[in-house]
């Protein structure tokens, strides 16, 4: 452990005392080393929904919740959202921007692995053509393990690095080509004279009977929502790339555990939802009937891209996304988008109500993000797609980081249990 015993703590339980290291961070709270736990005391912690648990020790992304800060290795987002998504990128992987020469051999690099092997435009023809992207992305980069045989080996980091250079370069390959297969329109290749983001607009927006010219301000704001998503420390989906990954499971495959997780409505599949929620709103009238609906427990109705687990104040990623949504708004001609009038609204109005302010429940990253993606061009069903293209990054580098750890575990959380203690067996014949 390279973090610091700065004290301990004192658990006293039925009159015993337990002695347990308390652990500080470079900055953030400081944790208590509770792995010894059940060998000094028999029980275990409970905690669902690791409210209070830290899994692991990290040098990559910070969120102060209560003051809504987000630092990639030590950058504010709001800085690194001035750079391209590759230098991202680079900073997730390596800890450290890049210089000019590394960035344009990590450019190049990058370029070089965009194209999936030929087989893997068969393998989509099984997929029914209105399956959804996420189903076909889960399965698609999962059987990238199929194909890339020679970058499976964890314990080569030699190995470990062309894999995530593939990871980043295929996904937004694959992506663009589940978009493909659902519209019915044939693939388009890789272009690496184009930037990253261009690319990937071209991937998924040209058709071979026409001239396919990038619009460079959607691709910049595209861009940008790359690099709002590319990490969020250890966020449901990222857990499950650790825990995947934890058994020795290859880097293909943890991937596609990350994609699945981040599917939900609670985690990626909110832009998805937001979007939604606006349309079945409709109009500014009918905003105060959805609060009240919202504010009813029993309804079980949320107000889809507000709140988060970590975030205690303004999601710094939702103002940089309001930005950019203005932006692209303005580029594509929507700036009376009605959902947007909805949603500016729907801020306001929550943002002065007991209920959101009570309980601390900003707007997130989600809540412009599907406005901004339906004015450039994807329909709802790429919104998590395109989060998953996006995190690509943060879940590699954290599985390296994972792996590059001398003494990680397999991930194998213990249980409350409450169900019947040992019974016996009753044949069939006997049972009435
Ligand atoms: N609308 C209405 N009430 C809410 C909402 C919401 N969006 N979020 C939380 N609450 C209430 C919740 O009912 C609870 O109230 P009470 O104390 O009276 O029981 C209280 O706020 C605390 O909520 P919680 O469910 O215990 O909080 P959590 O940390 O477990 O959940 C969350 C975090 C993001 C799942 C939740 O806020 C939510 O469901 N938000 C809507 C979905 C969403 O926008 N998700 C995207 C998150 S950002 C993108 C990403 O990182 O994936």
Redesign the pocket.
């Known amino acids: 452990m390279d973090a610091k015993n700065t004290k301990q703590a004192t658990l006293t339980v039925d009159d015993k005392s337990f002695e347990f290291p308390v652990y500080g961070g470079s900055v953030g709270p400081d944790v208590i080393d509770i792995s010894k736990l059940y060998a000094q005391t028999g029980m275990f912690t409970y905690d669902p929904?690791f409210t209070s648990t830290a899994s692991c020790e990290s040098k990559i992304t910070y969120i102060d919740g209560d003051a809504g800060v987000l630092l990639y290795r030590g950058y504010p987002i709001e800085q690194l959202a001035q750079g391209d998504f590759l230098e991202t990128c680079y900073l997730l992987l390596y800890g450290e921007l890049p210089t000019p020469a590394q960035k344009k051999d990590f450019d190049h690099r990058v370029t070089n692995h965009t194209m999936v092997h030929e087989q893997m435009a068969r393998f989509f023809q099984g997929f029914r053509r209105d399956a959804h992207p996420m189903a076909v992305m889960v399965a698609s980069v999962g059987a990238l393990a199929a194909f890339y045989h020679d970058s499976t080996d964890i314990n080569d980091p030699k190995q470990r690095m062309i894999a995530s250079m593939r990871m980043i370069a295929k996904v937004p390959t694959l992506a663009a080509m589940a978009y493909k297969y659902a519209v019915g329109q044939p693939f388009v290749y890789p272009k690496n004279s184009l930037d990253y983001t261009s690319n990937f607009l071209r991937m998924c927006f040209a058709v071979p009977c026409e001239e396919y010219v990038v619009n460079p301000v959607l691709s910049k704001a595209l861009d940008r929502i790359f690099i709002l998503h590319a990490d969020?420390e250890q966020?449901a989906s990222t857990s499950t790339v650790r825990s995947a990954g934890s058994s020795g499971a290859n880097p293909f495959a943890c991937i596609a555990a990350g994609i699945a997780c981040l599917w939900g409505?609670?985690?990626?599949g909110?832009n998805e939802?937001?979007l939604q929620m606006l349309a079945e709103i409709g109009t500014v009238d009918r905003i105060p009937d959805f609060i009240k609906a919202?504010k009813d427990?029993s309804s079980k109705i949320?107000?889809?891209?507000?709140?988060?687990?970590v975030y205690k104040n303004y999601?710094p990623r939702a103002k940089l996304m309001q930005q950019t949504c203005h932006e692209v708004l303005k580029e594509t001609g929507h700036q009376d988008d009605p959902l947007l009038k909805v949603a500016l609204e729907l801020e306001k109005i929550a943002l002065n109500d007991e209920y959101f302010v009570s309980?601390k429940?900003y707007p997130?990253?989600?809540f412009y993000s599907g406005i901004t993606l339906k004015a450039i061009g994807f329909p709802t069903s790429m919104f998590t797609v395109l989060f998953a293209v996006a995190r690509t990054v943060g879940w590699i580098s954290q599985w390296n980081e994972m792996i590059q750890e001398p003494n990680y575990k397999i991930s194998r959380p213990r249980q409350l249990y409450l169900g019947d203690t040992s019974r016996n067996y009753v044949p069939l014949d006997k049972r009435t």
């Open positions: 929904g969020h966020n409505p609670a985690h990626g909110a939802a937001a919202v427990k949320r107000l889809m891209g507000f709140g988060h687990r999601d309980r429940l997130n990253v989600d």
